[in-house]
């Protein structure tokens, strides 16, 4: 008689809204222990508990709208690694990964894997939503509809039609946008980490500058980096003094990139026109300036917060659970982990 060998076991953080499917065929094949998350705390006791009760598990994975609990830190997450080189993945819902201790997990041996492709064309549509917002101040000209001023003390806006775009950061977001704002003749330009190659190039019509230039031409700047300690804060005063008088700011990116002080001095300064903000320092965020600020567009991080997409991405963090169980590597590796002997 032969033993037969244990299903390989995954700890989920949530349940999909859509990808019912996606989950019931890795349910076939594997052993799924989840639990539906709260707020923090009840999160890392349900960690634990099931680690200690059903473990140790080979995968793990965490959906989408995680701000009430996140970030993923050894104090949520160390009970996977119990047992050393066991738990090899742990797959996340979403595209940025600054809310997870990555390095961390790479140093236990464990993957990170990322939804990349899943959230790039509504955040690219949200981008645009608050580029226009904050050309167009509909903020404040709403504000002023609302309070039964209608056009009392409104003046003229603008409108994209041949203004010069820069795109700090020029990933699949921000190659979307500059795609998207081809029916109003846009001048594109965008500083990256590295140029990128001259077919992506000819194809956007985009045109790559140093940051300087970028500061100092763009009539609307983009933030689309990712946050990393080079980015946090990466417009301050001193950047803002050198952009032209009425610049535009938009940002889908991570609240942090911007020093949101700064950007307030900018706005009361005329400096800055109007600015359109899908993410915050703070996130959840209850109180800030920048909500009393009549030109100011504030979302609460919902360019990804659709239907499509978060079918698509709980398909993609699926996909990375089913792909590393079956060959040892992710879809999207986010991190490269150490070797560890179980």
């Known amino acids: 008689?032969?033993?037969?060998?244990?299903?390989?076991?995954?700890?989920?953080?949530?349940?999909?809204?859509?990808?019912?499917?996606?989950?019931?065929?890795?349910?076939?094949?594997?052993?799924?222990?989840?639990?539906?998350?709260?707020?923090?705390?009840?999160?890392?006791?349900?960690?634990?508990?099931?680690?200690?009760?059903?473990?140790?598990?080979?995968?793990?994975?965490?959906?989408?709208?995680?701000?009430?609990?996140?970030?993923?830190?050894?104090?949520?997450?160390?009970?996977?690694?119990?047992?050393?080189?066991?738990?090899?993945?742990?797959?996340?819902?979403?595209?940025?990964y600054d809310d997870v201790d990555h390095p961390w997990l790479a140093a236990n041996g464990c993957y990170l894997s990322n939804t990349p492709n899943a959230v790039t064309e509504a955040t690219a549509d949200m981008g645009i939503l608050l580029m226009l917002s904050a050309l167009r101040g509909l903020s404040e000209y709403e504000a002023n509809a609302r309070a039964g001023k209608w056009r009392e003390g409104m003046q003229l806006t603008d409108d994209p039609f041949q203004k010069t775009i820069g795109f700090i950061g020029m990933g699949a977001i921000g190659k979307s946008m500059a795609r998207k704002t081809k029916p109003w003749d846009m001048k594109v330009i965008y500083h990256n980490r590295k140029p990128l190659p001259a077919a992506d190039e000819a194809a956007l019509d985009a045109t790559y500058v140093s940051l300087d230039e970028l500061l100092a031409t763009a009539d609307i700047i983009s933030m689309n980096c990712p946050l990393t300690p080079e980015t946090r804060g990466l417009l301050s005063d001193a950047e803002f003094a050198k952009m032209k008088d009425g610049v535009f700011i938009v940002n889908t990116a991570r609240g942090a990139v911007i020093d949101e002080p700064a950007l307030i001095r900018a706005l009361e300064s005329g400096k800055v026109a109007r600015a359109g903000l899908d993410v915050l320092t703070t996130e959840p965020c209850r109180d800030s300036p920048l909500f009393s600020n009549p030109r100011v567009t504030v979302q609460p991080h919902l360019g990804a917060f659709t239907k499509g997409t978060i079918l698509r991405g709980e398909r993609e963090v699926f996909a990375n659970v089913k792909q590393y169980l079956e060959t040892g590597v992710p879809v999207n590796p986010a991190n490269r982990p150490a070797k560890i002997s179980p």
């Open 1 to 96: 008689m032969v033993d037969e060998k244990p299903r390989p076991k995954i700890l989920g953080i949530g349940y999909p809204k859509f990808a019912i499917q996606e989950w019931e065929d890795l349910a076939e094949k594997y052993d799924i222990h989840y639990f539906v998350p709260g707020e923090r705390k009840q999160v890392i006791s349900e960690v634990k508990r099931l680690c200690d009760e059903q473990g140790p598990f080979d995968a793990a994975y965490v959906l989408f709208n995680t701000a009430a609990y996140s970030p993923f830190h050894p104090d949520m997450l160390s009970p996977l690694f119990d047992k050393p080189g066991h738990c090899g993945l742990f797959a996340q819902g979403g595209a940025g």
